[in-house]
């Protein structure tokens, strides 16, 4: 997971997430977004408003999509369902294709 300054922290804790979202309060337009990525390419970016964006970074063919979230829980359960590979559970969310 990389956190608003950047950094990769590797298999992140539900704690540690928590902690690297924390850091999305407050955050600057240059460091506005946290994100995860999953070894298949699959990544999930996350902004202050709850707006995630999920996209393939191995594939461009497959377009992105965005989603905001209803509460912070939702954000960390679809960072969950990602950290342990459960693609098919983050793409069941109401995505739009961007």
């Known amino acids: 997971m990389n956190n608003t300054m950047g950094e990769s922290i ?11 979202l924390a850091e999305l309060h407050g955050a600057d337009v240059e ?11 699959w990544s999930l970016s996350v902004y202050p ?3 995630l964006l999920w996209e393939n970074v ?6 992105p999509r965005e989603f905001t979230a209803a ?3 939702e954000v960390i359960d679809a960072l969950i369902k990602l950290s342990r590979g459960d693609i098919a559970a983050v ?3 109401n ?4």
């Open 31 to 41: 460091h506005g977004d946290v994100s995860l990525i999953h070894e298949s390419g």
């Open 10 to 20: 590797d298999e992140p804790s539900e704690s540690r997430m928590r902690e690297i």
């Open 58 to 63: 191995n594939d461009s063919e497959i377009p």
């Open 49 to 51: 408003d709850k707006a």
């Open 91 to 93: 793409n069941s969310l």
């Open 71 to 73: 509460s912070w829980q």
């Open 95 to 98: 995505w739009d294709a961007t």
